[in-house]
Protein backbone atom coordinates (compact mmCIF):
# COMPACT_ATOMS: atom_id res chain seq x y z
CA UNK A 1 0.00 0.00 0.00
CA UNK A 2 2.93 2.30 0.76
CA UNK A 3 4.67 1.46 -2.39
CA UNK A 4 1.58 2.32 -4.08
CA UNK A 5 1.14 5.72 -2.34
CA UNK A 6 4.79 6.69 -3.35
CA UNK A 7 4.39 5.74 -7.14
CA UNK A 8 1.72 7.61 -7.51
CA UNK A 9 3.21 10.46 -5.73
CA UNK A 10 6.25 10.10 -8.32
CA UNK A 11 4.02 10.23 -11.64
CA UNK A 12 1.95 13.15 -10.65
CA UNK A 13 5.40 14.89 -9.57
CA UNK A 14 6.88 13.97 -13.45
CA UNK A 15 3.43 14.84 -14.54
CA UNK A 16 3.63 18.35 -13.53
CA UNK A 17 7.21 18.50 -14.05
CA UNK A 18 6.93 17.74 -18.09
CA UNK A 19 3.61 20.16 -18.10
CA UNK A 20 5.77 23.41 -16.52
CA UNK A 21 8.48 22.34 -19.35
CA UNK A 22 6.32 22.35 -21.97
CA UNK A 23 5.06 25.68 -21.16
CA UNK A 24 8.15 27.40 -21.26
CA UNK A 25 9.65 29.09 -24.48
CA UNK A 26 11.98 27.10 -26.37
CA UNK A 27 14.19 29.11 -29.02
CA UNK A 28 15.97 27.50 -32.14
CA UNK A 29 15.79 26.98 -36.07
CA UNK A 30 12.54 25.83 -37.82
CA UNK A 31 12.09 25.04 -41.41
CA UNK A 32 8.64 24.92 -43.06
CA UNK A 33 7.05 22.12 -44.85
CA UNK A 34 4.27 21.83 -47.76
CA UNK A 35 4.00 17.95 -48.53
CA UNK A 36 0.17 16.77 -48.40
CA UNK A 37 0.93 13.09 -47.17
CA UNK A 38 -0.68 12.27 -44.16
CA UNK A 39 0.99 13.40 -40.79
CA UNK A 40 2.18 11.37 -37.96
CA UNK A 41 -1.56 12.68 -36.54
CA UNK A 42 -3.45 10.24 -39.51
CA UNK A 43 -4.68 13.60 -41.24
CA UNK A 44 -3.93 14.83 -44.28
CA UNK A 45 -0.76 17.69 -43.99
CA UNK A 46 -2.84 20.93 -46.01
CA UNK A 47 -0.26 23.39 -46.30
CA UNK A 48 -2.58 26.43 -46.21
CA UNK A 49 -3.69 25.08 -42.24
CA UNK A 50 -1.97 26.85 -39.63
CA UNK A 51 -0.09 23.52 -38.80
CA UNK A 52 2.95 22.41 -37.29
CA UNK A 53 5.31 19.24 -36.24
CA UNK A 54 7.06 18.99 -33.16
CA UNK A 55 9.08 16.25 -31.94
CA UNK A 56 7.29 15.40 -28.72
CA UNK A 57 4.21 17.61 -27.75
CA UNK A 58 1.07 16.33 -28.06
CA UNK A 59 -1.48 16.38 -31.19
CA UNK A 60 -3.78 19.51 -31.12
CA UNK A 61 -1.17 21.60 -29.07
CA UNK A 62 -1.59 25.48 -29.79
CA UNK A 63 1.86 26.48 -29.93
CA UNK A 64 2.43 30.61 -30.16
CA UNK A 65 5.83 30.84 -32.43
CA UNK A 66 7.69 33.94 -33.13
CA UNK A 67 10.18 34.93 -35.46
CA UNK A 68 13.17 36.35 -33.51
CA UNK A 69 14.09 38.41 -36.14
CA UNK A 70 11.09 39.88 -37.51
CA UNK A 71 9.36 39.93 -34.43
CA UNK A 72 6.19 38.28 -36.83
CA UNK A 73 4.10 35.79 -34.82
CA UNK A 74 1.49 33.07 -35.62
CA UNK A 75 -0.13 30.83 -33.23
CA UNK A 76 -0.07 26.64 -34.82
CA UNK A 77 -1.87 23.18 -33.90
CA UNK A 78 0.79 20.44 -33.70
CA UNK A 79 -0.16 17.19 -35.84
CA UNK A 80 3.20 16.06 -37.18
CA UNK A 81 6.35 14.67 -35.55
CA UNK A 82 9.58 16.64 -36.72
CA UNK A 83 11.61 18.06 -38.13
CA UNK A 84 14.03 15.07 -38.45
CA UNK A 85 17.01 17.63 -39.54
CA UNK A 86 19.51 17.91 -36.28
CA UNK A 87 19.60 21.63 -34.82
CA UNK A 88 15.59 22.20 -35.58
CA UNK A 89 12.94 22.80 -33.28
CA UNK A 90 10.04 22.77 -35.07
CA UNK A 91 8.42 22.22 -38.57
CA UNK A 92 5.89 24.69 -39.40
CA UNK A 93 3.25 24.49 -42.58
CA UNK A 94 3.65 26.89 -45.82
CA UNK A 95 0.68 29.14 -44.59
CA UNK A 96 2.33 29.59 -41.11
CA UNK A 97 6.00 30.43 -42.37
CA UNK A 98 4.21 33.16 -44.51
CA UNK A 99 2.71 34.44 -41.80
CA UNK A 100 6.02 34.94 -40.00
CA UNK A 101 7.75 36.25 -43.06
CA UNK A 102 10.03 32.99 -43.71
CA UNK A 103 8.96 31.37 -47.09
CA UNK A 104 11.97 32.51 -49.04
CA UNK A 105 14.51 32.32 -46.66
CA UNK A 106 13.39 28.45 -45.71
CA UNK A 107 14.35 28.93 -42.31
CA UNK A 108 14.37 31.55 -39.02
CA UNK A 109 15.34 31.44 -35.68
CA UNK A 110 12.28 31.34 -33.38
CA UNK A 111 10.91 30.93 -30.33
CA UNK A 112 7.96 29.19 -29.32
CA UNK A 113 5.45 28.78 -26.12
CA UNK A 114 2.81 26.74 -25.04
CA UNK A 115 -0.36 28.41 -25.14
CA UNK A 116 -3.38 25.05 -24.70
Not at 67 to 81: F, L, P, Q, S
Not at 86 to 101: C, E, M, N, P, Y
Not at 102 to 116: D, L, T
Request: aromatic residues 6%.
Amino acid sequence: MLFLAVLLTVVATLASISQASAADPSCGRASWYALTSKTASGERMDPSKLTAAHPRLRFGTKVEVVNARNGKTVVVRINDRGPFIKGRIIDVSKAAAGQLGMIKSGVAKVCYRVIS
